[in-house]
């Protein structure tokens, strides 16, 4: 099978130098929703603005902020990739205090591909 992508591997270059296709698209994710917006400087659109909606009150109107962040962030930022909205959510845990998002991201270029990204933001 012919690889459409391939970056660096940030974080264990020594065991593995490149990623391709769907790991080198997780990585990118995860580097978009855990930068925050004006942290890299000459690129300060790079991130999402969630940090603010963090220390609001917990409900479901932050989740829908977060969540509309998220989409928004990713689809801008990452453009080998769609959110399907239907299969993804951000969902407040009242008792963990923390957000569980589930992000399904289907590959462009790929058809019917694609993967999940799940993951939990506290305050």
Same mark, same amino acid.
């Given at each position: 099978?012919?690889?459409?992508?391939?970056?660096?591997?940030?974080?264990?270059?020594?065991?593995?130098? /490149? /990623?391709?296709?769907?790991?080198?698209?997780?990585?990118?994710?995860h580097?978009i929703i855990?930068?925050?917006?004006?942290?890299? !400087?000459?690129? !300060?659109?790079?991130?999402?603005?969630? %940090?603010?909606?963090?220390f609001?009150?917990?409900? %479901?109107?932050?989740?829908d902020?977060?969540?509309?962040? /998220?989409?928004?962030?990713?689809e801008?930022?990452?453009?080998?990739?769609?959110?399907?909205?239907?299969?993804?959510?951000?969902?407040?845990?009242? %008792?963990?205090?923390?957000? %569980?998002?589930? !992000?399904? !991201?289907?590959?462009?270029?790929?058809?019917?591909?694609?993967?999940?990204?799940e993951g939990? /933001?506290?305050?």
């Amino acid at each position: 099978m012919r690889k459409l992508f391939s970056d660096i591997n940030q974080y264990t270059p020594t065991d593995k130098a /490149l /990623l391709s296709d769907v790991e080198s698209i997780f990585q990118s994710v995860h580097n978009i929703i855990s930068t925050r917006k004006t942290e890299r !400087l000459f690129n !300060l659109e790079v991130g999402t603005d969630i %940090d603010d909606e963090l220390f609001e009150i917990m409900d %479901d109107f932050s989740a829908d902020q977060i969540y509309s962040e /998220l989409v928004l962030s990713v689809e801008t930022q990452e453009p080998r990739v769609k959110v399907i909205q239907q299969k993804s959510s951000v969902r407040p845990d009242y %008792d963990k205090h923390k957000y %569980d998002i589930v !992000l399904y !991201l289907e590959i462009v270029g790929k058809e019917n591909e694609g993967f999940f990204f799940e993951g939990a /933001l506290k305050r």
